[in-house]
């Protein structure tokens, strides 16, 4: 038995079909149109291709302003499981954006 199932279901219709109408399978193909039927080719099943356009401001940025704010001062964002850690720019020590974001407050204020 093949394991296509609905592939012997399909024969066997066919079998009974041709059974019934007591003609050959070749003048059962011919009784069909060749161009298909006429649901088929109505105007409204025709095929649309549509393709989606992005331009630059429709793309999302993914960073917000404590991000840009930690880039713009030169710390590197790095993913680890799942999370954004921050390297410090001048020691390369690893925080968390919190913290990152404590230490740039603190070097900003103590800088200016």
């Known amino acids: 038995?093949?394991?296509?199932?609905w592939l012997e279901a399909l024969k066997d219709t066919m079998r009974k079909h041709s059974a019934?109408?007591?003609?050959?399978?070749e003048e059962n193909l011919?009784?069909?149109p060749l161009g298909g039927c006429e649901r088929?080719?109505?105007?409204?099943?025709?095929?649309?291709?549509?393709?989606?356009?992005?331009?630059?401001?429709e793309i999302s940025?993914?960073?917000?302003e404590e991000e840009h704010r930690l880039i713009a001062a030169g710390w590197k964002p790095k993913e680890?499981?799942?999370?954004?850690i921050w390297a410090h720019p001048k020691t390369g020590f690893y925080y968390s954006q919190e913290v990152a974001l404590h230490r740039l407050e603190?070097?900003?204020?103590v800088g200016g």
């Open 1 to 5: 038995m093949s394991d296509r199932p």
């Open 80 to 84: 680890r499981g799942g999370l954004v």
């Open 20 to 25: 019934d109408t007591n003609e050959p399978p």
């Open 61 to 64: 940025d993914p960073w917000g």
């Open 106 to 109: 603190v070097l900003k204020n």
């Open 40 to 57: 088929c080719e109505s105007p409204a099943n025709e095929l649309v291709l549509v393709v989606e356009v992005q331009t630059t401001e």
């Open 30 to 32: 011919e009784a069909l």
